[in-house]
């Protein structure tokens, strides 16, 4: 009799434990939900590569709209009390030959009410999407980024330096840029902000004269800390450009490209090249043999 009524005091209390540990899960979880916004990488466009292989505009595009979380933030898009607006927006190409910068120029205007709510820190988002037959070199944008000259960079798609442009992907360039409290200063509600992004032509496919490469105008982002009592919150804001007052974003770049009709005398040119070094490193190596060997005969 005792045995039974310890066995059926053992089975009250795990069952006890049971459902007091299913209970506290629910409870954390509601708290999880209620307190943590959902995760949001560093780089906006990595969740984009992570379900696609290839760089394709309307896919991206789709990506913008449904796929960022925009986190606790969500219920702020159009809050007049933080509403970043774009003005103004310009790019430009700087530079000659096959090795130019993408110059970027906007302005964001923050409303009056904005600035009695400031946040502790933002910073703008540029995605680039660069056309075929253009590439950012990736080593060259961290050593920008280690000069402080950008917060933070990085380059998703094709990063294949070597190809030429009819072998090679399309490729994107994400940008971060830290910004000041001029943002949201009461003497100053507009802030310009200048980037140059340095990009390198690919080697284009045999035709006349140039390859037009043109740009479109790039993804714009504003990602904040927002004060509040509870936590310090991140927000990310898409900076919609059809409501700036001025765009001007479509630089075109003319890569020169190889003529088809000098294929034959190039070739030519280079074959009888290599001929030549060959036989001088060869001629070369046996005049050092044999007056190295003449040294040793004197010296004997």
Same mark, same amino acid.
């Given at each position: 009799?005792?045995?039974?009524?310890?066995?059926?005091?053992?089975?009250?209390?795990?069952?006890?434990?049971?459902?007091?540990?299913?209970?506290?899960?629910?409870?954390?979880?509601?708290?999880?939900?209620?307190?943590?916004?959902?995760?949001?990488?560093?780089?906006?466009?990595?969740?984009?590569?992570?379900?696609?292989?290839?760089?394709?505009?309307?896919?991206?595009?789709?990506?913008?709209?449904?796929?960022?979380?925009?986190?606790?933030?969500?219920?702020?898009?159009?809050?007049?009390?933080?509403?970043?607006?774009?003005?103004?927006?310009?790019?430009?190409?700087?530079?000659?030959?096959?090795?130019?910068?993408?110059?970027?120029?906007?302005?964001?205007?923050?409303?009056?009410?904005?600035?009695?709510?400031?946040?502790?820190?933002?910073?703008?988002?540029?995605?680039?999407?660069?056309?075929?037959?253009?590439?950012?070199?990736?080593?060259?944008?961290?050593?920008?980024?280690?000069?402080?000259?950008?917060?933070?960079? !990085?380059?998703?798609? *094709? @990063?294949?330096?070597?190809?030429?442009?009819?072998?090679? +992907? $399309?490729?994107?360039? &994400? =940008?971060?840029?830290?910004?000041?409290?001029?943002?949201?200063?009461?003497?100053?509600?507009?802030?310009?902000?200048?980037?140059?992004?340095?990009?390198?032509?690919?080697?284009?496919?045999?035709?006349?004269?140039?390859?037009?490469?043109?740009?479109?105008?790039?993804?714009?982002?504003?990602?904040?800390?927002?004060?509040?009592?509870?936590?310090?919150?991140?927000?990310?804001?898409?900076?919609?450009?059809?409501? !700036?007052?001025?765009? *001007? @974003?479509?630089?075109?770049?003319?890569?020169?490209?190889? +003529? $088809?009709?000098?294929? &034959? =005398?190039?070739?030519?040119?280079?074959?009888?090249?290599?001929?030549?070094?060959?036989?001088?490193?060869?001629?070369?190596?046996?005049?050092?043999?044999?007056?190295?060997?003449?040294?040793?005969?004197?010296?004997?």
């Amino acid at each position: 009799m005792e045995l039974h009524e310890l066995l059926a005091r053992s089975s009250t209390m795990v069952i006890a434990v049971i459902l007091i540990a299913r209970i506290s899960s629910c409870l954390n979880t509601a708290v999880l939900s209620e307190v943590h916004a959902p995760y949001v990488d560093n780089y906006v466009s990595k969740s984009y590569f992570n379900k696609h292989d290839n760089l394709v505009d309307s896919k991206f595009e789709d990506f913008i709209a449904h796929d960022i979380l925009y986190g606790a933030c969500e219920s702020l898009q159009g809050n007049v009390e933080f509403s970043p607006k774009l003005s103004a927006l310009h790019g430009k190409l700087i530079g000659e030959g096959s090795h130019r910068r993408l110059s970027s120029t906007l302005r964001l205007k923050m409303s009056s009410e904005s600035i009695s709510m400031p946040p502790k820190s933002c910073e703008v988002i540029i995605v680039e999407r660069l056309p075929s037959g253009v590439f950012a070199d990736p080593f060259e944008l961290q050593h920008l980024v280690q000069r402080g000259v950008f917060r933070d960079a !990085a380059v998703f798609g *094709d @990063t294949n330096l070597e190809l030429p442009s009819f072998l090679s +992907n $399309r490729s994107l360039v &994400e =940008v971060h840029l830290e910004v000041g409290t001029n943002l949201t200063s009461q003497q100053k509600d507009e802030l310009e902000i200048h980037m140059e992004l340095p990009l390198h032509a690919r080697y284009q496919p045999l035709g006349h004269g140039f390859s037009r490469v043109q740009f479109a105008s790039p993804d714009l982002f504003l990602r904040c800390n927002i004060k509040r009592k509870e936590d310090d919150t991140g927000c990310l804001f898409l900076l919609d450009k059809q409501n !700036a007052e001025s765009i *001007d @974003t479509h630089p075109v770049w003319e890569v020169p490209c190889g +003529n $088809r009709e000098h294929t &034959e =005398v190039v070739s030519a040119f280079t074959f009888i090249s290599a001929v030549l070094s060959a036989l001088l490193i060869i001629v070369a190596s046996i005049k050092y043999s044999d007056n190295a060997s003449n040294n040793i005969l004197k010296q004997s």
